[in-house]
């Protein structure tokens, strides 16, 4: 096998997501599979500068499947972003007679792998996890699905409370940039309307619908926002203009925050986590690097880090279209 790691370290990084640690499971044990030397490195890239280093084994995951989180810990590092941090990374890679890198994370992580990668020709995999499901290259992102059910459960809670005082409630769901959070939660709890970066379709238009809605007999609302700063407003200047313009609703805001990063991974998110960190080292082990591996049409394979970072990204249209239907 051409260029095959013998020592493979790998660490998590950028927000948590649940699935983390069954994609550091996987990866350990594929590890110890082929017999191939793995090492943790702790709280990311910070853990990289300063040598935060722990040999694993098949036995050193057990029991992590089903846990949230990362049992390797993630920061934000600072002296990584500069050419010094990254060649201290380097030399401490090198002094540990590691050959490869994968990193467990998003969009900022990839990017800290690829500056890396090509400034000092190390081998990088990267497995994407991030609840936000904003990643190139692949149709589902680890600790996305679990992310999902949690907002369906809380928003079928809110909708009790909503019904039984006849109230209109805004509820902002993360995403950062991306809008698959709100626009698939919105459907599966049945929000009356989904405020989404990528059809910001104004507070007017939200107006009208939810008015329309008033008049068809609906006497309470969910509207499902994501928290991006691409929709104009914040969720509480959305609710602020609501109050002065729309007579027979208490109006309210509910804001979900960090639960939905956290909890026990979906069976979804173990099993596409396992396949994943199997498949980012035996993508090493072919002598491949610099690449995402991900999931298209349920078949596993893996995409530059260029070519993910330069491909937009869209939402299902047809996706836009239930909503719209299933909400009148």
Do not use: W
């Not at 260029?306 to 909400?327: F, G, M, P």
């Amino acid at each position: 096998m051409p260029n095959s790691p013998k020592h493979i370290a790998l660490l998590t990084s950028g927000g948590d997501s649940p699935g983390m640690n069954a994609a550091i499971r996987a990866v350990v044990r594929t590890c110890a599979y082929y017999q191939i030397k793995c090492t943790g490195i702790f709280r990311g890239f910070e853990g990289l500068i300063e040598k935060d280093f722990k040999e694993l084994d098949a036995r050193s995951v057990k029991n992590i499947i089903n846990r949230g989180g990362t049992f390797l810990k993630s920061t934000r590092s600072e002296e990584f972003k500069t050419k010094e941090g990254r060649k201290k990374a380097y030399e401490n890679l090198k002094e540990n007679q590691i050959d490869s890198l994968i990193i467990i994370g998003g969009n900022g992580s990839f990017k800290g792998g690829e500056i890396l990668s090509k400034e000092h020709n190390f081998p990088v995999i990267g497995i994407p996890a991030t609840i936000d499901n904003d990643i190139n290259g692949t149709d589902f992102s680890i600790g996305y699905d679990t992310a999902l059910n949690t907002v369906v459960e809380a928003i079928d809670k809110i909708r009790d409370t909503a019904n039984s005082h006849n109230r209109l409630f805004l509820v902002e769901v993360m995403g950062r940039d991306a809008g698959d959070i709100a626009l698939n939660a919105g459907i599966g709890a049945g929000a009356e309307e989904i405020i989404i970066p990528e059809e910001n379709l104004g507070v007017d238009r939200l107006l009208a619908s939810l008015k329309h809605s008033r008049k068809s007999g609906k006497t309470s609302s969910i509207v499902v926002v994501s928290e991006s700063k691409l929709t104009g407003k914040n969720i509480f200047e959305i609710a602020d203009y609501l109050e002065d313009h729309l007579v027979g609703y208490e109006i309210r805001v509910s804001i979900l925050g960090h639960i939905q990063r956290g909890g026990a991974p979906s069976c979804y998110d173990r099993v596409l986590a396992s396949r994943l960190g199997i498949k980012a080292v035996e993508t090493l082990r072919t002598g491949k690097s610099n690449r995402i591996v991900g999931i298209i049409n349920r078949k596993l394979t893996t995409i530059s880090f260029q070519t993910a970072a330069l491909t937009d990204r869209k939402l299902d249209e047809d996706l836009l279209r239930v909503a719209d239907i299933t909400s009148i």
